[in-house]
């Protein structure tokens, strides 16, 4: 079993800047890649960004410049970096991972609302 724990949310003006963090516990050897989805008002949830075992790190096209992921493997902690956020970007944001290719495992979620 895996473990997410997401923290780091919170209200912000557009413009701003948060750091969501993401600490994995349990059987994180079987983990392959972690990222970050988000699901706004109404919206379905999204993928948002994503790092691989290797370090290879993947981007929703609305982000890319913006966030930033990244992983520190001494602490089981992906962080996910957001600069110039906008309002559109208000949305819960989940950490997830992944054994194999499909993101599979949730931790509970983190609301980030940014205000115009």
């Known amino acids: 079993?895996?473990?997410?724990?997401?923290?780091?949310?919170?209200?912000?003006?557009?413009?701003?800047s948060l750091r969501l963090s993401c600490v994995a516990s349990g059987?994180?050897?079987?983990?392959?890649a972690m990222g970050w989805f988000r699901q706004g008002p109404g919206k379905q949830r999204e993928f948002v960004a994503g790092i691989i075992r290797?370090?290879?790190?993947?981007?929703k096209d609305s982000v890319k410049g913006r966030f930033t992921i990244s992983r520190d493997n001494a602490k089981n902690t992906v962080f996910l970096q957001m600069?110039?956020?906008k309002p559109e970007d208000t949305a819960v944001y989940?950490?997830?991972a992944a054994k194999a290719t499909l993101y599979d495992l949730w931790g509970q979620g983190?609301?980030?609302?940014?205000s115009s």
């Open 83 to 85: 600069n110039s956020l």
């Open 54 to 59: 290797t370090g290879r790190t993947d981007y």
């Open 1 to 16: 079993q895996v473990q997410l724990v997401e923290s780091g949310g919170g209200l912000v003006q557009a413009g701003g």
């Open 94 to 96: 989940y950490c997830s």
């Open 27 to 32: 059987s994180i050897f079987s983990i392959n």
């Open 110 to 114: 983190t609301q980030v609302t940014v």
